[in-house]
């Protein structure tokens, strides 16, 4: 499977080592392998292929993991798919500008 990565070091996801109880949910709902389940434990193998959907943090139930969802490529795409139009995150309704395009 070829893995999608995305603009570095902009994604709001973040990993709370301390929280997580290694039941590997968000290994399982990852749509991009951002996760990994080694000895009982989760690792983010590279947080750059985190598309931001939220899936990994909805599936938490230990608070291990929180993702601003809705803001990144994931939005994008799905706005697009809404309207019709090309990919939009919406981020140059204020500047002018569009990361998107």
Excluded: W
């Excluded at 389940?37 to 590279?46: A, M, R, S, Y």
């Amino acid at each position: 499977m070829v893995y999608m990565k995305y603009i570095a070091d902009v994604v709001t996801l973040e990993f709370f080592q301390e929280k997580c109880t290694g039941c590997g949910k968000c290994v399982e709902v990852c749509p991009h392998g951002v996760f990994l389940l080694q000895d009982k434990k989760v690792f983010i193998t590279d947080r750059d292929r985190c598309m931001e959907c939220g899936a990994c943090a909805n599936n938490c139930e230990f608070g291990a993991i929180n993702v601003n969802s809705g803001v990144g490529c994931a939005a994008a795409i799905i706005n697009g798919m809404i309207t019709g139009g090309p990919p939009s995150c919406d981020c140059g309704v204020e500047s002018g500008s569009n990361c998107c395009g």
